[in-house]
């Protein structure tokens, strides 16, 4: 089946990470542990993903990132004070797809 | 004589960075030394309009009404309803009942002229025809059934498709009214009911979706066209899918909503040849009804999937709007939450925050200038969170309220070089919002259980450059919400507890309420001039959100999400060039990220020339 989503990991430098044009052409998703789901199959993403250094990595891959710190993230809310957890939803598990 | 301009054409203006060219103009950009060309980009959004008066699933209309002109008809309440309700663009007003209160009919026709046939329960082969004043019994369907398709221009000419009968498969039976009876036609090619209705006319028509019938209970992306004589079997919808709504033509179509079984807001228009997936509908809506075209659409009633889940929602579709989007800023030096900030996109000031796990508050204050953030003198008093500030611009401002821990109303005043402590808040709180300038700004809402229950306020107070007094309350008391304008024209939106949309506008001495938010969400993030123009980012609902909602005075409208989900985090600036800066992403909760926001749809693309 064709793909609709690719996954890269790259780190937001900040200013220019993601430019106007970029955001207009592209649909953006921001992952745990830096991973950046993208369109499948687009010159534009493919362009992005060249312009960041991404790190191409396939859908099994990805998931298991994204778990690594999802599961982190829910350790270190399960331990927080009753009123900082009121404050911070607890992390969910994020089921990738391609 | 001919002129310069007719002779050789416009000559290519020479401007220093793009500030005064406008859409389609070409320039050579001084600054840059290049070639620059501005254009528009669009998109599609879903607006929240008023609900019909009579809250109903099963609901059938118009199928060829405007979305400025529509007819809502039948439906279950419960029990089954004759109700009609007519819309001008704006409100829906009750008009004359069918004769037979029905749920699950066919529908067709315009505002004016409208016709609806078959229905249930039971299964009734009864048409009514309307007038554009009162329905009146005319000749029966051949085939009794519920869960139908139907469409056509007016009350003379219409077409029923598919549907159910009682201990029965679906049908694929279709049958033609050429304004006094029914005549059976073509089969479609698939028999189904909680089929899709409203698209095209008696003559070229569009099946899509529905339900296979007996069991397996399927639901079906299967599209068929009508060509006036036969249905032919098209591309499929990208989502299957039944009980959904259409708009359009058989070549323009739009698919909106329906049940996976999930009731899902997915929207797909069709070209002729493919659908394709576009904006998401606000609210989510199953068993409903629609009318329009594929640009400028509009559905209403249905089923939402919670219990009992009947809805009077009305949503409007728009096509070819311009289309805003977020990209990245410059990342600030210290990561945080719960910070606080005011200003412009090119000139904006956060402070305070939480830092760190648990509880490491911070005094930090950051300057941005539309590239890079810089570290400047920090907050005088207790290093805090949730706080709230006012100001111009990242040369003027102040802060108040916060946790530190302990609530407090600490205000400092910011000159563009140190902070001052000025006078408190009248009542100390946290999560409180607040707008407006250093020398005329608003604090409202928050959280203080130093003042008794409920913890959550409605208080509002007014700083006049030298003191805070009390002003009139919100209407609805609570924390984590966002707020913009200034000291005679702000709107509060979001917040909690509980976890709200509610949206309340300040004229300068009352909060009166208004549309809510298509997304009830606290620990949102906003930013506008005034109680005309906002933009509402992230939050929590309770999960954190990408969501972004655009603010006209009168209704929220979904806009391009956010990259990343954030809550907690700081917006400044305007609906159309905002700052998000800070707060917790799914990386961290304690983000350097600054993102910027355009929401005038317009890009400026360099025209690359080669040299040898």
Redesign the interface.
């Known amino acids: 089946m064709a793909k609709t989503y690719q996954y890269c990991v790259a780190e937001?430098?900040?200013?220019?990470?993601?430019?106007?044009?970029?955001?207009?052409k592209i649909s953006?998703?921001?992952?745990?542990?830096?991973v950046w789901q993208v369109p499948a199959y687009n010159k534009h993403a493919n362009l992005w993903i060249a312009k960041v250094s991404g790190t191409v990595k396939t859908l099994s891959e990805a998931q298991a990132i994204v778990d690594a710190?999802?599961t982190a993230?829910q350790t270190?809310w399960d331990a927080?004070?009753d009123e900082?957890k009121e404050?911070?939803?607890r992390?969910?598990d994020?089921a990738l797809t391609e | 004589m001919a002129t310069y301009k007719e002779s050789v054409g416009t000559a290519v203006q020479n401007i220093a960075g793009d500030t005064g060219a406008i859409t389609g103009q070409l320039w050579y950009d001084s600054s840059d030394s290049e070639f620059k060309y501005k254009y528009q980009a669009y998109g599609s959004a879903w607006i929240t309009a008023n609900s019909l008066n009579t809250a109903r699933n099963n609901i059938a209309g118009a199928t060829s009404g405007t979305q400025t002109a529509s007819l809502a008809f039948g439906g279950f309440v419960p029990p089954h309803t004759g109700a009609t309700e007519s819309y001008n663009g704006t409100n829906w007003t009750e008009v004359n009942d069918m004769n037979t209160a029905r749920n699950n009919a066919g529908g067709a026709g315009t505002q004016t002229s409208a016709l609806t046939f078959g229905g249930g329960s039971p299964d009734y082969d009864s048409t009514e025809l309307w007038n554009g004043t009162n329905w009146t019994e005319v000749n029966d369907l051949n085939t009794a059934r519920s869960g139908l398709g139907g469409t056509g221009a007016d009350n003379t000419a219409a077409l029923a498709f598919g549907g159910e009968s009682s201990g029965t498969a679906a049908h694929a039976d279709t049958e033609l009214w050429n304004g006094t009876n029914w005549t059976e036609v073509n089969n479609l090619n698939t028999g189904r009911d909680g089929i899709a209705s409203g698209v095209g006319v008696s003559t070229a028509a569009l099946a899509f979706g529905g339900n296979s019938d007996p069991s397996p209970l399927t639901e079906l992306a299967v599209t068929e066209t009508w060509n006036g004589s036969n249905w032919t079997d098209v591309a499929d919808l990208n989502v299957a899918r039944k009980g959904l709504a259409g708009a359009g033509t058989n070549t323009a179509a739009l698919a909106m909503g329906g049940r996976t079984p999930s009731v899902v807001g997915t929207t797909e228009t069709w070209n002729g040849s493919i659908w394709s997936t576009t904006a998401t509908m606000n609210l989510v809506q199953s068993l409903n009804s629609g009318a329009g075209t594929n640009t400028a659409a509009i559905t209403f009633g249905g089923y939402d999937g919670s219990s009992p889940g009947n809805v009077a929602t009305t949503q409007e579709f728009n096509a070819g709007i311009n289309l805003g989007a977020w990209y990245t800023g410059g990342n600030m030096n210290t990561g945080r939450n719960s910070l606080t900030g005011f200003g412009t996109q090119t000139a904006s000031l956060v402070a305070a925050g939480e830092t760190g796990s648990p509880d490491v508050y911070t005094q930090k204050t950051e300057s941005y200038n539309g590239t890079t953030w810089a570290e400047v003198n920090d907050l005088t008093g207790s290093a805090r969170r949730g706080a709230a500030s006012a100001g111009a611009d990242n040369t003027s401002g102040l802060v108040f309220g916060g946790n530190a821990p302990g609530y407090t109303g600490i205000t400092e005043l910011w000159n563009g070089y140190v902070w001052t402590e000025v006078n408190d808040l009248n009542s100390a709180r946290a999560g409180l919002s607040g707008c407006g300038t250093a020398t005329a700004a608003l604090a409202f809402a928050g959280k203080a259980p130093a003042l008794g229950p409920p913890n959550v306020r409605a208080e509002t107070e007014s700083w006049n450059g030298s003191n805070w007094t009390e002003v009139g309350d919100l209407n609805t008391g609570r924390e984590n919400l966002s707020g913009v304008g200034i000291t005679t024209s702000a709107l509060a939106f979001g917040g909690r507890d509980p976890v709200t949309g509610k949206t309340e506008l300040w004229n300068g001495s009352n909060w009166t309420e208004v549309n809510d938010l298509n997304t009830a969400r606290f620990a949102v993030m906003g930013a506008g001039a005034n109680n005309t123009s906002a933009l509402c980012f992230g939050g929590t609902d309770p999960s954190r959100t990408d969501a972004v909602e655009g603010w006209n005075g009168t209704n929220w409208t979904s806009e391009n999400t956010l990259p990343t989900v954030t809550q907690t985090g700081a917006g400044t600036g305007t609906k159309t060039a905002a700052l998000c800066m800070g707060g917790g992403n799914p990386s961290t909760d304690f983000s350097t990220t600054t993102f910027e926001w355009d929401g005038t749809g317009f890009i400026t693309k360099t025209i690359t020339t080669t040299t040898d």
């Open positions: 937001n430098w900040g200013k220019g990470f993601i430019d106007h044009v970029e955001a207009i953006f998703t921001g992952l745990p542990g830096n710190e999802v993230a270190a927080l004070s900082d404050d911070n939803p992390p969910s994020i």
